[in-house]
C-alpha cells in the first residue's frame, strides 16, 4: 500500500512487459491504475513511495484505449429499434457481448423510427459506466427520421420526417425527451434545421448531418450549401456526404480551405471491406487522419448467420459480408466487429498501428468531448483498456482497470 495514507490506500495494479499507446506512440513502459484510473508512476513514486499490489503480465501485448462505438444498431440477435418491454435487457447483452472485440464503451443507435418507438424505446436505457456487466452506455445515437428522401439510404421514407415550424419542439414531439441522447443525425439541407443544430448543440448533443454511407462528423457547427461549407458558431456536429468529380463532398470538406483554423473535423467510415472501397479509406485518411473515426453501424445480424433479420422496421437480408434491405441491393448496416473493421483499416488504408488504434478511440472520444476521460491512457484517464496482438486481434479487454474478459476464458 502507498506510505501516504491521505492519498488512498486502494489497490494498486501494475500492466508490466507490454507497448502503450500514448502521445501517438507505442512506448515500452509499464501501465499504473488505482480506482479506475491511470496513475504517474514519478507522483507513485516519489510523492507517495507506493508500489504495486498486483501485476498483470501483458507477455509482449500491445495496450490501447477501450474501442468507442458511436454508430451501432444492435447485434446477436437484438435490434435497438424495435419498441419491447426489455430494450435494457436486449441492450445489455450487446453490452456485454462486445467487450470480446475491445469495445468498452458505445452510443446505441436507433435508426429512422415511428414516433412510438422513440417513446418507448429512450426511456429504457440511461447512460452508465461499463463493467463485468459490459460495455459502457455514452448516450443513443439517433439517427433520423429528419434526413432527407433523397438521400434515405436503407432509411423507409414513409417514416421520415421535415421539420415544422417551431423545428426542436417538432423535434421533441417525435423523440419524446432528449435525456441520455448523445448524437442526433439529421439532414442540414431541411429548412428549420440549423436553428435545431444550435438548440442540440447548446444541450450539449453532437450533431450529425446526414446522408447515408459515409459519416462526417465535425466539432464546430456546420451547415451544407450548394458548392460549399461553412462554418457556424455553435460545437459538435457531424454530416454525411458523397465522393462525386462534381461534388467532392468529404473530400472537398477536408481538403478544403473554409473551415477556420483549429477547428476540428471529424468523419465516420465503416471500415468493413464493403462499404467504403480501401482506395477511398487512403484518400479519406491521406486528407484528414486525425478526424477519422471507425463506426461499425453493425446491425442485428452481427454475430448471427446468413439469413433474414431485422433493421427497424425493415427486413434485412445478410448475403456474405452483405447486409441488404430485403429484395433490394441497398445496403443497410453491416455485420463487422469493431476489431475486425481496425484491422481492415489499417490493412485498406496503409496507416500505423498507432493511427488504426486511435481511429476506434481517441477520435471517437474527442468527437463526443469525453476525450479528457476516455480515449486516452494519460494519466488520471479511465483506465479503459484493450490488449491486442502483433495482429490487432483482441487478447483482453479491461474497464476502469478491471479484467472484463479474455480469450479463451
Known sequence: MPSNKSVSDAPITQFINCRILRDNELQREDLWVREGRILDPE??????QGYADKRVDCEGSIIAPGFIDVQINGGYGIDFSQASEDVSDGVSFVAKKILEHGVTSFCPTLVTSPPEVYHKVLPQVKVHDGGP????????????PFISAEKKGAHPEKYLRTFKSGGLEHLMEVYGSLDDVAIVTLAPELPGSQSVVRELSQRGITVSLGEHRVLLLVS????????????????????????????????????????????????????????????????????HPSGLVLVTD????????????????????????????????????????????????????????????????????????????????????????????????????????????????
Open 133 to 144: 456487466h459490459g460495455a459502457g452506455v455514452l448516450g443513443f445515437h439517433l439517427e433520423g
Open 220 to 287: 464546430e457547427s456546420v451547415s451544407v450549401q450548394p458548392g460549399r461549407f461553412h462554418a457556424l458558431s455553435n460545437p459538435s456536429v457531424s454530416a454525411v456526404v458523397q465522393f462525386h468529380h462534381r461534388d467532392p463532398g468529404i473530400v472537398g470538406l477536408l481538403t478544403s480551405d473554409g473551415i477556420p483554423a483549429g477547428r476540428a473535423v471529424y468523419y465516420g467510415m465503416i471500415a468493413d471491406g464493403i462499404h467504403t472501397n480501401p482506395a477511398a479509406l487512403r484518400i479519406a485518411h491521406r486528407a
Open 298 to 409: 453493425a446491425i442485428t445480424a452481427m454475430g448471427l448467420p446468413p439469413g433474414r433479420h431485422t433493421l427497424g422496421q425493415q427486413v434485412i437480408e445478410i448475403q456474405g459480408l452483405h447486409a441488404y434491405v430485403a429484395g433490394t441491393k441497398t445496403l443497410s448496416g453491416s455485420i463487422a466487429t469493431m476489431d475486425m473493421c481496425v484491422r481492415h483499416f489499417k490493412q485498406a488504408s496503409g496507416c500505423s498501428v498507432q493511427e488504426a488504434l486511435e481511429a476506434a478511440s481517441l477520435h471517437p472520444a474527442q468527437l463526443l468531448g469525453i476525450s479528457p476521460k476516455k480515449g486516452k491512457l494519460d494519466y488520471g484517464s479511465d483506465a479503459d483498456l484493450v490488449l491486442l496482438d502483433e495482429g490487432l486481434h483482441v487478447k483482453a479487454t479491461y474497464i476502469s482497470g478491471e479484467e472484463v474478459w479474455r480469450k479463451g476464458q
Open 43 to 48: 507522483k507513485l513514486f516519489f510523492d507517495e
